[in-house]
């Protein structure tokens, strides 16, 4: 089991790692998911995925989330095979918290060296939780 501090990741780095880790048998817990970040200035990210959501028809689709939580988790979906067999079992091992639970306190929380927001060439990011 792995545990994965997302307070200052960049969200689609994270989401590679995850997905190829879900991929190989191991159960994943996200914790401070609506801290991390995706790249970019804020008003184009935001209205990028505005424009996502207001897309379609609100019975149709498409269905975006709103939980900084399920927002991450509908990212890393999108990078696993999930209408393949092992996509879902895979997708099923990923759980993402908003913050950090009371049965995660006392265990070892790790955070990725190589999707730290330090490695953007510059300063445009804007959190999950601010979507």
Do not use: W
């Amino acid at each position: 089991m792995i545990i994965i501090d997302a307070k200052d990741l960049i969200s689609g780095r994270m989401a590679t790692f995850v997905a190829k880790q879900a991929l190989l048998g191991e159960t994943i817990d996200i914790v401070n998911a609506e801290q991390a970040v995706i790249s970019g200035t804020p008003a184009q990210v935001l209205a990028r995925y505005k424009q996502r959501s207001s897309r379609g028809i609100p019975s149709k689709g498409p269905f975006l989330p709103r939980n900084p939580d399920m927002f991450l988790k509908r990212l890393i979906r999108n990078m696993l095979p999930f209408k393949q067999d092992k996509g879902e079992k895979a997708f099923k091992r990923i759980k993402c918290h908003i913050g950090i639970p009371e049965e995660f306190k006392e265990k070892k929380i790790i955070t990725l060296d190589s999707a730290q927001v330090s490695k953007l060439p510059n300063t445009r990011y804007i959190t999950i939780s601010r979507i």
